[in-house]
């Protein structure tokens, strides 16, 4: 008897990651095919929260589902001491989790707007996601 497991591609743990963030109520969810511009990973996903423990208990529930069903746990893990934003590094894809201003601040999306933008509702089945105006114009959502 032998066991197979199919290994997920860095697209679907991706978006395995966008469905997590989902979970726990996240705004401004995206996903970002960054790899032709940056070379160091394939996809960004960036998601926001409302405040410090949200930040905590999306990137907890984003390494548990990448986990579970990719099996796969992050390279590196970091933040800031206030909360205001976490990483996790898969190599393959890495995903931000912003509080509202550390976004508008950093503004990734924007710094890598030639990055195509996965469709989330199409490939993820996510199709209530709040956005802000910003990202919502970003995204053509208007």
């Not at 996240?26 to 423990?53: C, P």
């Not at 996790?88 to 509080?99: I, N, R, T, W």
Request: glycine share 4%.
């Amino acid at each position: 008897m032998s066991t197979t497991t199919t290994e997920q591609t860095p697209r679907e743990c991706a978006l395995i990651a966008a469905r997590a963030a989902d979970e726990k109520k996240a705004t401004d969810i995206m996903v970002q095919e960054v790899g032709e511009l940056i070379g160091v990973t394939d996809y960004f996903v960036i998601a926001t929260a409302s405040n410090n423990r949200q930040v905590d208990a999306i990137i907890d529930e984003i390494e548990d589902a990448v986990r579970t069903q990719a099996h796969l746990k992050p390279v590196h893990r970091e933040g800031t001491q206030d909360g205001t934003w976490s990483l996790l590094d898969y190599g393959s894809f890495v995903v931000h989790v912003f509080q509202p201003e550390t976004r508008e601040y950093y503004r990734l999306e924007a710094l890598w707007n030639d990055a195509p933008v996965i469709d989330l509702a199409a490939e993820a089945g996510l199709t209530d996601i709040e956005y802000s105006d910003r990202i919502a114009k970003l995204l053509g959502k208007e």
